[in-house]
């Protein structure tokens, strides 16, 4: 062979196929039925490019390296038409992969809101799969063949699971707090204790929302003590609403005191006040009888006096994300004509979703076994810890002797601002780094790559320890979990 007398990278380089030549490769071919043109070149341009750079970054070290050492033979190799088609292939599926994946939630938060909070049970699924790909009544009455509202669609089963009077959707929780202020409170008082003045993850504020909605926010009482008279000595003529806040994702504990519902309610109506409450999570059931932290129900907040009461529908609910709105008729009726309404309104696939969740709930015997979340949240700890057992071999095998792993029991929280203080007793695997020196790192680069996975899995360190709670992984999910191990391993 010439070139390898004379500059050995020269040699390579020309082997290097043309860009048409690849195109019309068989397994290119192939590729365009698939991806169509514009792609497949791209592509092969780009598995050119690269293939060039390499050739030329392994040449650079020894020049005068001879043609058969191993190097120059994986080049030429490098240089096949085929291996190059199969990296071109490589590389279009990659590009096709959609930005939304699916992981595995192993950070033991049930409700993870960067992961997607709710898991909809497959009534919901098909729902949703039904409105995507055939046409529906959304707003369409089919008794009179006239125009109707898709609030209608799913308000009366809001109602019977509520004891509300009347209901409406919106896109989110906070849609719901921004709609209910803007109509029932603009440029009016809004009085809210200072201990509720909450934030939210991911930026709700309530004095931002109020602010927002054009109302005026009018704090009373101390942050952590507020009494009935506090409520009532700034009753005035520009009230327009009392409002009470769940304090989702904190609690005050020593010297506190708040005024209950069915204290505030009595005064908001001697001064012919409404009373809002933002439950936030907002559950329609008693947790506690399987074992759950104690929540107000909805019901139980319509019952001691709230007018309105809103919350999510993809916390505790178990839905897609939503906001719900129920309460008195007439407000109810108004918060559906503000404009804004309009612009936070769902979509058909929200309510698609949100129907066969709702309707889970009326056979509640069978709620722990068919709604995910609750699901989820009530899986016993054993379960969890004959699923870790069974995969600690295997991911100690994929993760070799620098990390030593053990199956340890934890505690899951539920996540989504609901019940922070509460946790619930879980199972899963710990890895620490074998050497303790330097494991810091070691761990990170380790959680990295699990996140690099196909499948990515998210996992959370704490004390020296990658921690995977195995409460989110289902049996459905398990065997797929184990076969990403050995990919690790690979
Ligand atoms: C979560 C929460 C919200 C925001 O609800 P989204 O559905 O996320 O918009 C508002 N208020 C309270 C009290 C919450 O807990």
Same mark, same amino acid.
């Given at each position: 062979?010439? *070139?390898?007398?004379? $500059?050995?990278? $020269?040699?390579?380089?020309?082997?290097?196929?043309?860009?048409?030549?690849?195109?019309?490769?068989?397994?290119?071919?192939?590729?365009?039925?698939?991806?169509?043109?514009?792609?497949?070149?791209?592509? +092969?341009?780009?598995?050119?490019?690269?293939?060039?750079?390499?050739?030329?970054?392994?040449?650079?070290?020894?020049?005068?390296?001879?043609?058969?050492?191993?190097?120059?033979?994986?080049?030429?190799?490098?240089?096949?038409?085929?291996?190059?088609?199969?990296?071109?292939?490589?590389?279009?599926?990659?590009?096709?992969?959609?930005?939304?994946?699916?992981?595995?939630?192993?950070?033991?938060?049930?409700?993870?809101? $960067?992961?997607?909070?709710?898991?909809?049970?497959?009534?919901?699924?098909?729902?949703?799969?039904?409105?995507?790909?055939?046409?529906? $009544?959304?707003?369409?009455? /089919?008794?009179?063949?006239?125009?109707?509202?898709?609030?209608?669609?799913?308000?009366?089963?809001?109602?019977? &699971?509520?004891?509300?009077?009347?209901?409406?959707?919106?896109?989110?929780?906070?849609?719901?707090?921004?709609?209910?202020?803007?109509?029932?409170?603009?440029? @009016?008082?809004? #009085? +809210?204790?200072?201990? *509720? &003045?909450?934030? #939210?993850?991911?930026?709700?504020?309530?004095?931002?929302?109020?602010?927002?909605?054009?109302?005026?926010?009018?704090?009373?009482?101390?942050?952590?003590?507020?009494?009935?008279?506090?409520?009532?000595?700034?009753?005035?003529?520009?009230?327009? /609403?009392?409002?009470? +806040?769940?304090?989702?994702?904190?609690?005050?504990?020593?010297?506190? !005191?708040?005024?209950?519902?069915?204290?505030?309610?009595?005064?908001?109506?001697?001064?012919?006040?409404?009373?809002?409450?933002?439950?936030?999570?907002?559950?329609?059931?008693?947790?506690? =009888?399987?074992?759950?932290?104690? *929540?107000?129900?909805?019901?139980?907040?319509?019952?001691?006096?709230?007018?309105?009461?809103?919350?999510?529908?993809?916390?505790?609910?178990?839905?897609?994300?939503?906001?719900?709105?129920?309460?008195?008729?007439?407000?109810?009726? !108004?918060? !559906?004509?503000?404009?804004? !309404?309009?612009?936070?309104?769902?979509? @058909?696939?929200?309510?698609?979703?949100?129907?066969?969740?709702?309707?889970?709930?009326?056979?509640?015997?069978?709620?722990?076994?068919?709604?995910?979340?609750?699901?989820?949240?009530?899986?016993?700890?054993?379960?969890?810890?004959?699923?870790? *057992?069974?995969a600690l071999p295997v991911l100690q095998r994929a993760l070799g002797e620098s990390f030593?792993l053990?199956?340890?029991?934890?505690?899951?929280?539920?996540?989504?601002?609901?019940?922070?203080?509460? =946790? &619930?007793?879980?199972?899963?695997l710990?890895v620490?780094?074998?050497?303790? @020196?330097?494991?810091?790192?070691?761990?990170?680069?380790l959680? @990295?790559g699990l996140?690099g996975l196909p499948?990515?899995v998210?996992?959370?360190?704490?004390?020296?320890?990658?921690?995977?709670?195995?409460?989110?992984?289902?049996?459905?999910?398990?065997?797929a979990f184990l076969a990403q191990c050995e990919v690790l391993q690979a």
């Open positions: 062979m010439s *070139e390898v007398q004379g $500059n050995p990278l $020269n040699g390579l380089l020309a082997r290097v196929p043309a860009v048409e030549r690849m195109m019309s490769s068989p397994a290119v071919q192939l590729l365009l039925a698939e991806y169509g043109r514009t792609q497949v070149l791209s592509a +092969v341009r780009a598995a050119l490019d690269t293939l060039r750079c390499e050739l030329q970054s392994a040449a650079l070290p020894g020049e005068t390296r001879a043609a058969s050492s191993p190097t120059a033979v994986s080049s030429a190799a490098a240089c096949d038409e085929a291996h190059i088609a199969g990296q071109v292939a490589i590389l279009l599926a990659q590009r096709a992969q959609n930005h939304l994946r699916t992981v595995f939630n192993l950070t033991g938060t049930v409700l993870h809101t $960067n992961l997607g909070r709710a898991l909809l049970p497959d009534e919901a699924v098909s729902a949703v799969v039904e409105a995507l790909t055939r046409p529906a $009544n959304l707003e369409f009455d /089919l008794a009179t063949g006239s125009r109707g509202d898709r609030d209608d669609l799913i308000d009366d089963l809001i109602c019977e &699971l509520t004891g509300a009077e009347a209901a409406t959707v919106v896109n989110n929780n906070a849609a719901a707090v921004l709609l209910t202020l803007s109509t029932l409170a603009a440029k @009016k008082d809004v #009085i +809210v204790s200072r201990g *509720e &003045l909450v934030e #939210i993850g991911g930026a709700f504020r309530i004095p931002d929302i109020m602010s927002r909605a054009g109302a005026r926010l009018r704090e009373v009482g101390t942050t952590n003590r507020t009494h009935l008279k506090d409520y009532e000595e700034a009753i005035g003529p520009r009230t327009a /609403l009392l409002m009470k +806040v769940h304090c989702s994702n904190y609690v005050i504990s020593g010297f506190t !005191k708040s005024v209950e519902l069915d204290q505030l309610a009595p005064l908001a109506q001697r001064h012919g006040l409404p009373v809002a409450v933002d439950l936030g999570s907002g559950t329609l059931v008693d947790l506690t =009888q399987w074992g759950l932290p104690r *929540e107000p129900t909805v019901r139980e907040t319509i019952v001691a006096g709230a007018d309105l009461v809103t919350f999510s529908g993809d916390k505790l609910l178990g839905g897609p994300q939503a906001g719900l709105i129920v309460g008195r008729a007439e407000l109810i009726r !108004k918060i !559906k004509k503000h404009p804004l !309404k309009r612009a936070l309104r769902v979509g @058909k696939l929200t309510l698609a979703a949100l129907e066969p969740v709702l309707r889970l709930y009326q056979a509640p015997e069978f709620l722990r076994e068919r709604l995910t979340t609750l699901r989820l949240l009530t899986r016993p700890a054993a379960e969890m810890r004959a699923f870790a *057992e069974r030593t053990s199956a340890e029991p934890m505690f899951s929280q539920i996540g989504s601002d609901a019940l922070p203080v509460e =946790q &619930l007793p879980s199972y899963g710990v620490r780094h074998a050497s303790g @020196k330097r494991s810091g790192r070691a761990l990170m680069t959680e @990295k996140r499948r990515p998210i996992g959370r360190i704490a004390d020296d320890a990658l921690r995977l709670d195995l409460r989110c992984l289902e049996a459905a999910d398990e065997a």
